[in-house]
C-alpha cells in the first residue's frame, strides 16, 4: 500500500510544474524575497493574482524617508515630499512641519514594479485556489495551472484569521498645502482618517475601520468638503501578527501581520521581514530541512528579536489608543503640543522607541502617559 501511494505522489508531480521555491505574490516583499533567493543562486517562480504588477493600489502610499535605507524608489515614483503632520481631534489640533523631508508620498505602481529585473519567473494572473501538504513539499492549484515545490512563501496580502480593518481611500481633488499630511483621530473608531497630498491641489483621503467602514467614509469626505473623486479603492489592514510557520510553508509581509499597528503601513516592515525570512529559507535548502521547528528557530525568533520588538511597541501603542474617548484624543493633542519640540527631533513614524524614552525621561510627562496606559 505504502509503495502504491509513492508512486501515485510520483505520477502525479509528473503534471505539476517544478520550481524552488514557489513565492506567492510579487508585491514589494515577494520580489524582495525573490531578488535575494536569485541573488544566492536560486530560480524561485513567483505566482502573482493580478495581471500587472502594483495595480490595483490598496495603499495610502505614504513612506518615510527610512525606505532609503532598504530600497530606493526610483525618482518618477516620488510624487511629493512631506515635512510635516497636523495631528486633529475633536477640539483639538496640533502642526508639526519639520525642516527636513519626513516622508515620500509615491506612486505604488511604480515603486512595485522597481523590484522587478529580467532574471525574476513572474506568472502574472494566477489566483491560487488551494495548497495541499505532500511527503516532498507543497502543491499548489491556480485558475491557470498547478506547481509543486518543496517550500512555499506567502506573500499574497492579508488573511482571514488575522484582525483586520477595512480600509478605503479616494484621491480627490482639493486644495492642501503639499508639506504635510492630516491625521484626524475623529474620523473613525479604532483607527483614523487621513489626508496624504500628491499636491497641493490633489491629495488621497481615506480611513479605516471595522465598523461601518463605508459609511464613516462618506461623512469623512462630507465634512472635508470633497466635491470631486478622481479614483476609489479599498483594502484590508492586519492588526495582528500570525502564526506564520508551518512545514514547508512561511508567511511573510501582510499575509503574516508584519504591519504597524499604529499606521497601517507595512512596505518597510515587510521588506525587512523578508530579507529575514530570505535567510531562512536559503538556509533551509542549505541544510533540506523545511519542518516547522527550522522555520521557528530560523525565521520566526529572529524576527522576533529585530522586526518583531519594534511591532510589539506599535501593537501596544495602538491598544492603548483604541481605549480613547474624544476628550482623552484632545488630551493627547496637548501632550503632543507640550513635547513638540522632542517629537520634531526623535520622531519616527517606523521606529519610535527613541522618542518614547526621551519622552519617559520628562517627569512633566509621567501623568499624561500612566492615565493612557492604565
Not at 524617508?65 to 483639538?92: C, D, M, Q
Not at 473608531?189 to 467602514?213: C, H
Request: hydrophobic share 40%; aromatic share 10%.
Amino acid at each position: 500500500m505504502i509503495i502504491k501511494v509513492f508512486i501515485l505522489e510520483h505520477l502525479v508531480d509528473l503534471l505539476y510544474m517544478i520550481n524552488e521555491p514557489l513565492i506567492v505574490g510579487a508585491g514589494p516583499v515577494g520580489l524582495r524575497i525573490a531578488n535575494n533567493l536569485a541573488r544566492a543562486g536560486f530560480e524561485p517562480l513567483i505566482l502573482e493574482e493580478h495581471d500587472e504588477i502594483g495595480s490595483p493600489v490598496q495603499c495610502a502610499g505614504l513612506i518615510s524617508t527610512n525606505i532609503l535605507g532598504v530600497h530606493k524608489p526610483p525618482a518618477e515614483s516620488i510624487l511629493n515630499r512631506v515635512y510635516g503632520a497636523k495631528f486633529i481631534s475633536s477640539n483639538n489640533s496640533v502642526l508639526m512641519i519639520s525642516k527636513k523631508v519626513r516622508a515620500f508620498v509615491i506612486d505604488r505602481e511604480l515603486f512595485d514594479k522597481s523590484f522587478i529585473n529580467d532574471s525574476l519567473n513572474i506568472l502574472r494572473g494566477h489566483k491560487v485556489l488551494r495548497h495541499d501538504y505532500t511527503r516532498k513539499g507543497v502543491r499548489i492549484k491556480t485558475e491557470r495551472s498547478a506547481f509543486s515545490a518543496r517550500m512555499l512563501v506567502d506573500c499574497s496580502g492579508p488573511k482571514s484569521d488575522l484582525k483586520l480593518l477595512t480600509g478605503i481611500q479616494a484621491r480627490v481633488r482639493l486644495k492642501h498645502d503639499s508639506r504635510y499630511v492630516e491625521l484626524h483621530f475623529n474620523a473613525c473608531r479604532d483607527f483614523f482618517g487621513w489626508v496624504v497630498p500628491e499636491s497641493d491641489e490633489v491629495v488621497r483621503i481615506g480611513l479605516a475601520t471595522a465598523y461601518k467602514p463605508r459609511e464613516h467614509f462618506n461623512a469623512f469626505l462630507k465634512k472635508l468638503g470633497v466635491n470631486e473623486v478622481i479614483e476609489l479603492n479599498a483594502g484590508m489592514i492586519p492588526m495582528s501578527i500570525a502564526s506564520f510557520c508551518d512545514n514547508n510553508f512561511i508567511r511573510v509581509g501582510d499575509s503574516a501581520g508584519q504591519v504597524k499597528a499604529t499606521t497601517g503601513g507595512g512596505v518597510i516592515t515587510g521588506l525587512l521581514s523578508a530579507d529575514v525570512a530570505s535567510r531562512a529559507v536559503i538556509k533551509a535548502y542549505e541544510e533540506n530541512n523545511f519542518s516547522r521547528k527550522f522555520f521557528i528557530n530560523n525565521y520566526y525568533k529572529p524576527f522576533n528579536k529585530s522586526v518583531g520588538r519594534g511591532l510589539r511597541i506599535h501593537h501596544r501603542i495602538r491598544s492603548v489608543m483604541n481605549n480613547f474617548s474624544d476628550k482623552d484624543f484632545d488630551e493627547l493633542i496637548s501632550f503632543l503640543e507640550k513635547n513638540k519640540k522632542t517629537l520634531l527631533k526623535y520622531g519616527d513614524m517606523d521606529f519610535p522607541a527613541k522618542c518614547l524614552m526621551k519622552m519617559l525621561l520628562k517627569p512633566g510627562n509621567w501623568s499624561f502617559i500612566l492615565k493612557a496606559i492604565k
